[in-house]
């Protein structure tokens, strides 16, 4: 089989993993999968932007209101041989409503960025753009929060939750 390579296409509500390659004898491209937000809802506009680098892909629901109506959100997706996963679904740490988070996303290696066109930070609608990385299991040893750091705030996260222990 020839060497694949991944091409991203732009369908309502979802997004499309197409490949190029060899298959029973015939080259051309096909679907490999179809990718889908797992708390999608109506008008949240999965798929409007995507990226795909290597084994990962980044499909932005711009208009996802967890965080306010069109507060938006993006959600990250990782390949193992031909199946995709959701991995993590990436909001704005100060989302707000209508600050459209994922009106733009890319994604390159373990680094994903994503815009927010309408975020107040710098004035009404001046925008800001949010860098995500990965981190290892390796390095989760003791990180009891989930912020990919072993820290105070783990043992602040520890004691929290034993001091709510009835």
Same mark, same amino acid.
């Given at each position: 089989?020839?060497?694949?390579?991944?091409?991203?296409?732009?369908?309502?509500?979802?997004?499309?993993?197409?490949?190029?390659?060899?298959?029973?004898?015939?080259?051309?491209?096909?679907?490999?999968?179809?990718?889908?937000?797992?708390?999608?809802?109506?008008?949240?506009?999965?798929?409007?932007? $995507? #990226? &795909? /680098?290597?084994?990962?892909?980044?499909?932005?629901?711009?208009? +996802?209101? @967890?965080?306010?109506? *069109? =507060?938006? !959100?993006?959600?990250?997706?990782?390949?193992?041989?031909?199946?995709?996963?959701?991995?993590?679904?990436?909001?704005?740490?100060?989302?707000?409503?209508?600050?459209?988070?994922? $009106? #733009? &996303? /890319?994604?390159?290696?373990?680094?994903?960025?994503?815009?927010? +066109?309408? @975020?107040?930070?710098? *004035? =009404?609608? !001046?925008?800001?753009?949010?860098?995500?990385?990965?981190?290892?299991?390796?390095?989760?040893?003791?990180?009891?929060?989930?912020?990919?750091?072993?820290?105070?705030?783990?043992?602040?996260?520890?004691?929290?939750?034993?001091?709510?222990?009835?």
């Amino acid at each position: 089989m020839k060497t694949r390579k991944i091409l991203t296409i732009l369908v309502l509500a979802s997004a499309v993993i197409l490949c190029w390659g060899e298959v029973s004898k015939a080259a051309g491209w096909w679907e490999q999968t179809k990718l889908l937000a797992s708390d999608g809802a109506t008008s949240d506009n999965f798929g409007r932007t $995507v #990226s &795909v /680098s290597g084994d990962y892909a980044i499909v932005a629901a711009y208009l +996802d209101d @967890d965080k306010g109506s *069109g =507060s938006g !959100s993006a959600y990250i997706f990782k390949r193992d041989g031909t199946s995709w996963s959701q991995q993590a679904k990436l909001l704005a740490s100060d989302g707000d409503a209508n600050d459209e988070f994922g $009106v #733009s &996303v /890319s994604v390159s290696g373990d680094y994903a960025i994503v815009g927010a +066109d309408y @975020d107040d930070d710098n *004035g =009404s609608d !001046s925008g800001s753009a949010y860098i995500f990385g990965t981190c290892s299991s390796a390095d989760l040893t003791g990180d009891l929060n989930d912020d990919c750091k072993v820290n105070y705030e783990d043992l602040k996260y520890m004691a929290d939750n034993w001091l709510a222990q009835p």
